[in-house]
């Protein structure tokens, strides 16, 4: 029997990096769903498909395949091949995955991807619905949240550490659309379970987001 951790939240949150971190410290796999939506995205943008077209997205999918390779806990994102996982990153590519990710062939298609790392190992799955849909049963869910201001001001941090040009403003306003995309879609909407803990990390800085998140972990899994 394993142990399934469901981590949801909204853009920003600081979902990938604390769980990356809290399934190091418990020796679990950590699997970031955002990426595989970040890879159609991608895929799309690359080969021009029209992202607002749902039929020619759905059409597209018989072309994408998708590999997850996990080495030394990070996850690698092989795309038709090649290994993409840092062209997923790209900001455009972020509300690209926020589009085809309403289309419901695109989550059907990711779907059974996502539970079979929970059906063979202890794992830490990160993205918007995953303790609502992906993983209804696992023992653990969190929701992850923080202002959306002080999210916005992470992600530009980070985006600017990485060199892309980005104004915090843009960024701000990326994000409130993403969010609004995210939780507005008829399906798989990202909200909170209802049997979710909920975690504001406002006034957290990573070491005590981790903190806070490994402790509810523990608790909740009975692993203390
Ligand atoms: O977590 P992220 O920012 O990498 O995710 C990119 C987009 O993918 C996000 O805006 C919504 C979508 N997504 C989703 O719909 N369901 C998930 N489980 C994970 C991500």
């Known amino acids: ?42 895929y ?14 759905e059409r597209a999918l018989s072309d994408i395949a998708l590999e997850i390779k996990l ?3 990070t996850q690698h994102i092989i795309l038709n091949g090649k290994d993409v996982s840092e062209d ?10 926020s589009k085809v990710s309403a289309i419901p062939a695109v989550r059907k298609f ?7 790392f929970a059906d063979n190992n202890n794992v830490i799955m990160d993205g918007r619905d995953i303790g609502t849909v992906v993983l209804p049963n696992a023992q653990v869910k969190i929701y992850l949240t923080a202002d959306d201001e002080i999210r916005a001001k992470r992600r530009y941090d980070e985006l600017i550490a ?3 040009q980005v104004a915090y403003e843009d960024v701000l306003a990326d994000l409130r659309q993403r969010d609004y995309n995210d939780m507005n ?4 909407p990202l909200k909170q379970a209802d049997d979710a803990v909920l975690a504001d990390t ?7 987001s981790v903190a806070l998140i490994e402790n509810i972990i523990k608790s909740r899994a009975k692993l203390l």
């Open 71 to 73: 080495e030394d806990g």
């Open 162 to 164: 990485k060199g892309e």
């Open 202 to 208: 406002s006034g957290l800085d990573f070491d005590g």
């Open 185 to 188: 879609r008829a399906v798989a």
């Open 44 to 57: 799309c943008d690359n080969t021009g498909v029209d992202i607002s077209d749902d039929n020619a997205v």
């Open 110 to 116: 990711l779907l059974e991807l996502q539970r079979s």
């Open 1 to 42: 029997m394993y142990t399934a951790v469901a981590i949801d939240g909204p853009v920003g949150a600081g979902k990938s990096t604390i769980a990356r971190e809290c399934a190091k410290r418990l020796g679990f796999i950590y699997v970031d769903t955002g990426a595989m939506y970040r890879g159609i995205g991608l």
């Open 88 to 97: 997923i990153r790209r900001p455009h590519i972020s509300m690209a995955a």
